[in-house]
């Protein structure tokens, strides 16, 4: 090897290193806003530096931008806590600051007293945020089912298509199949294990996918899910979801109008304690593939994308993703910023060690953590460190 040869070689060395290094050294660290919280489950961000926190309880509380505790907001309907049952998410209307409305979903009994479902709630919080006003249940999943598990319950506010597409007054709502009734879900006449769309008033917009067909309930955007408790949207407009699988199997997908993806016909994972489901099928025609799966099972919680650069470039574009069952936030890197394959998974927060509820990017572009925990459930921000 020639000198002037050795020395670029040297150079890309020393060039793939630092950027080996720069990519590994990038981290958070976590900084505990607010603790006392019980089982926190999903998060909002109101002005001032404020939040509005969900406790699986049953409880909407306001944390201060000191992490003091404000008491529960009057207003809620009844709510069938239990299980893995309670006050479950909370969205602000992308019109919020206008407006106060905000919309929550929930685990609602039945008027008989028999059995429960998801629903969706909207409501205007008042100017003293002291109390919900204007309740309004706008969708029940049906059945009722006498179960305390698998309520999915994600709500997303969709937009327009395109990278700059705005809000077009529809949400999505995702729904588990609760455990004991999985053959459901391939079953268009009920809302078990699927993604409904509707529109912010409940009413059921015209171009859903099973408008019009007979037998089909007109709020089902996909089905065949177990039971998705993560979504979030792309900048692009695409829907971002994440489900439970059974052991094994857990799954991202990209649900699009009127898919089938798959539960309990083919799945990555297996009964618990072992052996096949159903026919121990991964893939069928007419079901769609899962972009990505986890074996084993991490449990994953809320998702969201990054769109900011506190954390440096590389970070931009990611997916963050909670884990229930081991404890950590997901990073995920993609082939491309926003969308394409997984690339790439690292874990964050495993120091801290609790179950991570619910993931989310604040107004400031940082990111923002609930833990599962009670009677010390957390909400932690991520400070970029090194
Ligand atoms: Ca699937």
Not at 40 to 66: H, S
Not at 210 to 231: C, D, T
Not at 241 to 251: C, F, I, L, S, V
Request: charged share 20%; net charge positive.
């Amino acid at each position: 090897m020639r000198v002037g040869q050795y020395r670029r070689a040297l150079v890309a060395i020393v060039f793939i290193a630092s950027g080996c290094l720069g990519a590994q050294a990038q981290t958070v660290r976590p900084e505990i806003v607010a603790t006392g919280l019980q089982n926190p489950w999903a998060l909002a961000f109101l002005a001032g530096g404020r939040f509005l926190v969900t406790e699986r309880p049953g409880r909407l509380r306001v944390v201060e931008a000191d992490g003091k505790l404000g008491p529960p907001i009057a207003g809620l309907p009844a709510i069938a806590s239990g299980g893995q049952g309670g006050l479950l998410d909370v969205l602000l209307d992308s019109d919020f600051a206008r407006n106060r409305r905000l919309y929550f979903c929930f685990s609602e009994p039945a008027a008989s007293g028999n059995g429960n479902s998801t629903a969706l709630a909207r409501a205007s919080l008042s100017a003293d945020q002291a109390q919900l006003e204007e309740v309004k249940v706008i969708f029940s999943q049906q059945p009722k089912v006498a179960s305390s598990a698998h309520f999915g319950c994600r709500i997303v506010e969709s937009r327009a298509p395109g990278p700059s597409g705005q809000a077009d007054g529809k949400l999505f709502l995702t729904l588990g199949e609760r455990f004991s009734r999985k053959d459901d879900a391939q079953k268009l006449d009920n809302h078990l294990g699927k993604v409904v769309r509707i529109n912010k008033d409940g009413s059921v917009p015209q171009d859903n996918p099973f408008v019009g067909k007979p037998g089909a309930l007109p709020e089902i955007w996909s089905y065949g899910h177990r039971n998705v408790q993560g979504a979030t949207l792309a900048p692009d407009g695409t829907l971002w979801t994440n489900e439970h699988g059974p052991q094994g199997g857990d799954e991202i997908n990209l649900p699009k109008p009127g898919a089938n993806y798959g539960w309990p016909v083919i799945t990555y994972g297996e009964n618990y304690g072992g052996g096949k489901i159903g026919e121990g099928l991964t893939a069928k025609a007419g079901m769609e593939q899962p972009l990505h799966y986890w074996v084993p099972s991490i449990a994953p919680s809320g998702m969201a994308f990054l769109s900011s650069e506190r954390y440096g470039k590389a970070w931009r574009g990611n997916l963050f993703v909670g884990s229930l069952k081991f404890a950590y936030l997901d990073r995920i890197e993609l082939s491309e910023p926003f969308g394409g394959k997984v690339v790439r998974e690292s874990k964050l927060l495993a120091e801290v060690g609790e179950r991570i509820r619910d993931v989310r990017q604040g107004p400031d572009g940082l990111l923002y953590v609930l833990t599962d925990s009670s009677p010390n459930g957390k909400l932690i921000r991520l400070l970029p460190g090194k």
